[in-house]
């Protein structure tokens, strides 16, 4: 089983960047599809960004498209989401997920790291 940490998270005003960090254990990572999600008070958890196995492929809800930017690095066991341009509804914790299927990669979880976007 992979185990995943997520970091990065923290306070930022509008329109201002982020970049999440997803630090996997194991020597599987590579044979997983990532994604991150995210769950805002009182709502469900949503789908935000998904990753193949060799990164070639990318998938993003239409919300971040275009300001967010998911990668991998499977040399450092890692995958990362860069948040440009971000607004106050992308306050949410974030999730660090895998598995595999690619555009739904949620069989195992990191536990997550706050993102609060100010106005």
């Known amino acids: 089983q992979v185990q995943l940490r997520e970091s990065g998270g923290g306070l930022v005003q509008a329109g201002g960047s982020l970049r999440l960090s997803c630090a996997a254990s194991?020597?599987?990572?590579?044979?997983?599809?990532m994604g991150w999600f995210r769950q805002a008070p009182g709502k469900v958890r949503e789908f935000v960004a998904a990753?193949?196995?060799?990164?070639?492929?990318?998938h993003y809800a239409d919300s971040v498209k275009g300001r967010f930017t998911m990668s991998r690095d499977n040399a450092k066991n890692a995958v990362y989401l860069q948040m440009n341009s971000l607004k106050p509804e992308d306050t949410a914790v974030y999730y660090c997920?895998?598995?595999?299927?690619?555009?739904?990669?949620?069989?195992?979880w990191g536990q997550g790291t706050q993102v609060t976007v100010s106005s």
């Open positions: 194991g020597r599987t990572f590579s044979s997983y599809a």
């Open positions: 997920a895998g598995g595999t299927v690619e555009a739904a990669p949620i069989d195992f």
């Open positions: 990753i193949s196995r060799s990164g070639s492929n990318t």
